[in-house]
């Protein structure tokens, strides 16, 4: 028994020891930063490719950041969007993190489809 409780205290602290598993690093890309798109399009072509499609779908309709679009069309995960909060802005601006394959992305979504309007306060 006693041989048992030590072989087993032994198991247990050399995977302490040891840690967890050793996982890929996720690279952080901000799509707000100039030459990003650039440097993305030289590192990583097919990611660039995926990134294009992403904004060109987001510009022709950016209320599609709100649902699940960038899941279901591009398998993204993890995909934050803030929809209450906008960047005062001329047009407004939101922010949108995703993660596609091994890299955190995150960008502004240009919302041409809100508008607002000036009114005098009472």
Known sequence: MKLLIATLAMF?????LAGPPASRQQRNVDLRTPHALEHLRN???????????????????????EGDWLKVNFNARDVNFSRLVFRTSLPPVQLLTFTLRDARYTMYVVRTDVTGRAQPVH
């Not at 247990?12 to 302490?16: E, G, I, M, N, Q």
């Not at 097919?46 to 950041?65: C, D, F, H, S, V």
């Open 12 to 16: 247990c602290s050399t995977l302490v």
């Open 43 to 65: 590192s990583d072509p097919a990611a660039y490719e995926q990134i294009e499609k992403i904004m060109t779908g987001l510009r022709e309709k950016p209320n599609r950041a």
